[in-house]
């Protein structure tokens, strides 16, 4: 089957749809699919990618091309509208028309994010074409990319309770922010989140800790994506400092992102930016506002919640009943759990499940499933929520299409019903086909794809493949070797991977698959001799069904050997 990994899109987020596109270009089970990689630039763009860019380190390394990255600046292609006409170099890929997806693809996998990305936009173009593709449908999505909506939705089907404020960019005027500031602490207390309604990957989400008007004027302003930029403080900048700042803006991961939008008119390079900067502070003392052509229109502010916080998967079986995954604690090692926390090594650990009572695990999931069936989501999502001192659940953000990285939550969890990456991927495409099928859409073309498809992850299934042992000692360095060739042996499909870790006491132990994504070698060896959680056991008994279909018999022991040639079956080694 012709996979097309859609990834990139307009949206803030498309450096970490870029991850989860080159997951699935590289980890999708290559005897069953073949994945096809789709560029979709800012300008709407389908490009059919050369594969070789699939290990370009950003989009901005080969898009758009480097010859027209100019006076010292990275921008993306926002940054070039005159280019949004001109046809696409042949050596970057080939243009492809929605009307002609047919006939380069069979099936969408959606590694997009964020606007015109989650939100229904790109589902609704693919059903318009007939495409079955990875995810919700138009409905879940929609929910699933408005805070807003999400909040007074969940408390709808479980009756949550959570202050929120939603503030509209109209009532946000300068001369009312002492008062506005007032009333927020008042009824919300301090401190206060601050959200952009229509982000993901913690992009756009302040906290205000402090007593400061200052900091909750910056917070709000990060939330609508514009700066507040004094004579004062830009000429307070040399040459070089002028040059940091209008980088920092085409950083997605940190500035506001171009076209920016000063006083009506559109600034879409850093050049122009600082040009456009010193004309105006040269003759004027007038505070400006740099807003983005993309900045939201209203920002969500919430009671700050004390407690633990965690991420849930939920995933369906076959006949679509929910099956919520065992939830992973966030621990956090930073106050904000922004987009650098959340994808910077070092800001957070995480483990499986919440540290707390099995039956309080049990009632997270349980909420999960309600929440899931109650939105009107289907195929996946993950839930993030905070347990709180007392003991209360509060649910927010369902994420429709969770990162897609090796190491993301949902892939982490699904390990822990037995799944692997390759395993779960194609999980993701044989649910999300059954689920087009549901629509009434294409019904008999659709079902014919999925009975094809069945057959051969039945055969793959049940095939003998010869065992490749991997051998590793016990550092970070080998565990990070060993889990990237168990991942490659699993999406190759060539070997069954054998992975075997020669610790310290001078035993061999052959992990079971949930030990290869765990962050660190620490974490591998503090569960070497530990029981199974038995929310752990409980939730794989219940995926069993679906864990046999997609991975046959699935065992969880770890397997102690005194010597290497004690390992059944194993001929061939490969050693980090």
Not at 53 to 62: A, K, L, P, V, W
Not at 100 to 106: G, L, M, Q, R
Not at 528 to 546: G, N, Q, W, Y
Request: overall charge negative; charged content about 20%; glycine content about 8%.
């Amino acid at each position: 089957m012709r996979i097309g990994v859609f990834f990139g899109g307009p949206s803030r987020e498309r450096e970490i749809s870029f991850s989860g596109g080159k997951t699935a270009f590289e980890y999708l089970d290559k005897q069953l699919f073949e994945p096809i990689p789709v560029f979709v630039d800012s300008f709407g763009r389908f490009i059919k990618l050369e594969h070789k860019y699939m290990y370009s380190g950003q989009i901005r390394d080969f898009f758009p091309s480097p010859e027209w990255q100019k006076d010292g600046f990275t921008a993306y292609i926002d940054s070039f509208p005159e280019l949004a006409t001109e046809p696409i170099p042949a050596h970057i890929g080939t243009e492809l028309s929605p009307a002609n997806f047919k006939e380069h693809f069979d099936f969408v996998f959606l590694a997009m994010h964020g606007p015109g990305c989650e939100d229904g936009a790109i589902q609704g173009l693919l059903e318009w074409y007939q495409i079955p593709y990875s995810g919700p449908g138009m409905m879940g999505s929609a929910v699933g990319i408005d805070k807003v909506l999400q909040n007074e939705m969940i408390a709808l089907v479980n009756g949550q309770q959570k202050k929120s404020w939603t503030l509209r960019y109209s009532q946000w005027i300068p001369e009312e922010y002492p008062l506005l500031f007032q009333v927020l602490k008042k009824h919300l207390g301090l401190p206060l989140v601050i959200k952009a309604p229509h982000q993901g990957s913690s992009i756009g989400v302040a906290i205000v800790k402090e007593d400061s008007l200052e900091s909750f004027i910056a917070a709000v302003n990060q939330c609508f994506f514009q700066i507040e930029l004094t004579a004062e403080n830009w000429k307070g900048f040399d040459a070089e400092g002028k040059r940091i700042f209008a980088q920092k803006i085409a950083n997605l991961d940190e500035g506001i992102g171009y076209p920016v939008v000063i006083q009506g008119q559109s600034i879409f390079k850093p050049q122009e930016l600082i040009i456009a900067l010193d004309a105006h502070f040269k003759n004027s003392n007038e505070l400006l506002i740099l807003s983005s052509s993309n900045a939201e229109d209203q920002v969500l502010i919430e009671e700050f919640v004390e407690g633990q916080e965690f991420s849930c998967g939920c995933i369906q079986f076959e006949n679509g009943k929910p099956l919520a995954l065992p939830p992973s604690e966030v621990i956090k090692m930073v106050d904000v759990f922004d987009f650098n926390a959340k994808y910077k090594p070092g800001a957070s650990r995480k483990r499986i499940p919440v540290d707390t009572t099995l039956d309080k695990n049990r009632e997270i999931q349980q909420v999960i499933t309600q929440v899931f069936e109650g939105l009107g989501i289907n195929v996946c999502v993950r839930i993030d929520g905070f347990l709180t001192p007392e003991g209360t659940i509060l649910l927010h953000d369902p994420n429709t299409i969770p990162g897609m990285s090796p190491t993301s939550f949902i892939f982490k969890q699904m390990a822990e019903i037995g799944l692997n990456v390759t395993q779960a991927l194609t999980y993701l495409i044989r649910q999300s086909i059954r689920e087009r099928i549901r629509t009434g859409k294409n019904t008999w073309q659709l079902r014919a794809l999925l009975e094809s498809l069945d057959k051969r992850i039945v055969q793959e299934t049940a095939s003998q493949r010869p065992l490749k042992g991997i051998l590793f000692e016990e550092n970070d360095m080998q565990y990070a070797f060993a889990k990237s060739q168990y991942g490659q042996m699993n999406a190759v499909g060539e070997y069954t991977p054998v992975p075997v870790l020669l610790a310290a006491d001078g035993n061999y132990y052959l992990l079971p698959n949930p030990f290869f994504f765990k962050e660190s070698i620490v974490d591998v060896m503090m569960l070497l001799h530990e029981e199974r959680h038995p929310l752990l056991v409980e939730t794989s008994l219940r995926a069993k069904s679906t864990t046999d279909f997609y991975a046959g018999e699935v065992n969880y022991a770890v397997k102690r050997y005194s010597a290497l040639e004690e390992i059944p079956g194993v001929t061939e080694w490969v050693k980090a």
